[in-house]
C-alpha cells in the first residue's frame, strides 16, 4: 500500500517570499509523484509530475519539486509567492494496479499569501 | 475544447435516497475516475471506468456503484444516502487508464 503524508496543513508567506510545502510519501516501487493545487470552486489543476527521469521537476507558474529517494520526499517550492498562489495544495502518488491506475492524495496543505 | 464537465455542480438529498451525478470527460478522453473529497480532506478513489467496465476501485462499499457510457460518458450512483456521504464528488478523464487527469470542478453533494 502506498500513502502520502503532507507535512503541514496550513502554510502562511508574505507576498514576494519562498514557499516550501513538505511532503513525504510511502511506496513499495519508483513511483509517479504528482502536485496538485485546487482553487475555490475549481477543479483540480496539475502542477507538475515525477517519474524518473530527473529529479527536479519544473512545473506550471513557477512552482518545482525535488525527488529525494533516500528521505522519501517530493517538497514543492516556489522562489517568490504572488497572491494568486492562495489555494489548497496536494501531493499525490500513483499506483498502477493490474488495470488501470488510482491516485493517493495527501489530506492537503492550505498556502495563505499575506499581501 | 470542452474540459470535465459534471452535472449538477449542487445537490441535496435526504437520508436514505439515491443520487445519480453525471460526468462528460475532456474530448478525447477514454477513462474516467471518480473520486470522493469530505470537507477539509484529500480526495478519495472510488472507482475507474475504462471501456465500459470498472477497472479498479477504492474502499468504497457496493453502495456506490458506476456506469460508462460507449461516448466515454459516466455516472456515479449511490444508494441509500448517509449523512456521511455529503462530500464534493470529483470525476477526472484521462486517455487509456493514463496518469494525467484532468478534474472537473465537482459536485458538492449534501444529505441531509
Known amino acids: 500500500a502506498q500513502s502520502v503524508t503532507q507535512l503541514d496543513s496550513h502554510v502562511s508567506v508574505s507576498e514576494g517570499t519562498p514557499v516550501l510545502l513538505r511532503c513525504n510519501y510511502s511506496?513499495?516501487?519508483?513511483?509517479?509523484l504528482f502536485w496538485y493545487v485546487q482553487h475555490p470552486n475549481k477543479g483540480l489543476q496539475l502542477l507538475l509530475k515525477?517519474?524518473?527521469?530527473?529529479?527536479l521537476v519544473k512545473g506550471i507558474n513557477g512552482f518545482e519539486a525535488e525527488f529525494k529517494k533516500s528521505e522519501t520526499s517530493f517538497h514543492l517550492t516556489k522562489p517568490s509567492a504572488h497572491m494568486s498562489d492562495a489555494a489548497e495544495y496536494f501531493c499525490v502518488v500513483s499506483d498502477r494496479g493490474n488495470a488501470g491506475n488510482m491516485l493517493t492524495f495527501g489530506g492537503g496543505t492550505r498556502l495563505m499569501v499575506k499581501p | 475544447d470542452a474540459g470535465v464537465t459534471q452535472s449538477p455542480t449542487h445537490l441535496i438529498k435526504t437520508r436514505g435516497q439515491q443520487v445519480t451525478l453525471r460526468c462528460s470527460p475532456k474530448?478525447?478522453?477514454?477513462?474516467v475516475s471518480w473520486y470522493q473529497q469530505a470537507l477539509g480532506q484529500g480526495p478519495q478513489f472510488i472507482f475507474q471506468?475504462?471501456?465500459?467496465?470498472?477497472?479498479q476501485r477504492g474502499n468504497f462499499p457496493d453502495r456506490f456503484s458506476g456506469h460508462q457510457f460507449p461516448n466515454y460518458s459516466s455516472e456515479l450512483n449511490v444508494n441509500a444516502l448517509l449523512l456521511g456521504d455529503s462530500a464534493l464528488y470529483l470525476c477526472?478523464?484521462?486517455?487509456?487508464?493514463?496518469?494525467?487527469?484532468?478534474f472537473g470542478s465537482g459536485t458538492q453533494l449534501s444529505v441531509l
Open positions: 515525477y517519474t524518473s527521469a530527473a529529479t
Open positions: 471506468y475504462y471501456e465500459e467496465e470498472e477497472r
Open positions: 474530448s478525447g478522453h477514454d477513462t
Open positions: 511506496s513499495s516501487y519508483s513511483p509517479s
Open positions: 477526472a478523464s484521462s486517455l487509456y487508464m493514463g496518469e494525467k487527469l484532468f
